[in-house]
């Protein structure tokens, strides 16, 4: 229960290489799915961590691994959040950039489909922003997958 069976530098490292390959995956996967949960993109994330357990602790369960482990993935996330703190360029490749999906009562239908975003998603935004589209200055699709709605004034 207490013995290591993997030595402390190996599951430093697979803790490592898992945390990077899955921000690697989750950046590549688009906005949206950071941004909203839908039930389908819950059940990925479960299966996600399920699939990738095995591979963090090289089959080591004791308690001082899982702890290692733990502490490891904490210490990345703090780094990465540390450095998007510090570094604009490096915050960007992290998190992403806004995109703009419409300006001046037009959606740009191909940024739309690009960012892999339903077109009922931009409508939902516009009446949660109580804006018609002729109205809307502009529809961007922010970095956490939100997407803002901007009015033309007055």
């Known amino acids: 229960m207490f013995d290591l069976s993997v030595p402390v530098w190996e ?13 690697l995956m989750v950046r590549m996967t688009g906005k949206r799915t950071v941004g909203q949960f839908t039930p389908f993109d819950l059940l ?6 399920e699939a990738v357990s095995n591979s963090l602790s090289g089959g080591d369960e004791s308690v001082p691994a899982g702890l290692v482990l733990a502490l490891t993935l904490i210490c990345l996330n703090m780094l990465i959040a ?12 992290v998190d992403g950039t806004p995109v703009l999906l419409g300006r001046d009562g037009q959606i740009f239908d191909d940024v739309v489909k690009k960012c892999r975003v339903a077109g009922g998603d931009v409508e ?14 502009c529809a961007f699709l922010e970095a956490d997958g939100k997407i803002t709605i901007l009015q033309k004034a007055g």
């Open 82 to 93: 540390w450095l998007s703190s510090r570094s604009r360029k490096f915050a960007d490749l």
């Open 44 to 49: 990925v994330v479960m299966l996600l961590s």
């Open 124 to 137: 939902q935004a516009l009446r949660e922003a109580d804006c018609p589209l002729a109205d809307m200055k």
């Open 11 to 23: 599951l430093v490292a697979r803790a490592v290489i898992i945390y990077l390959a899955l921000l």
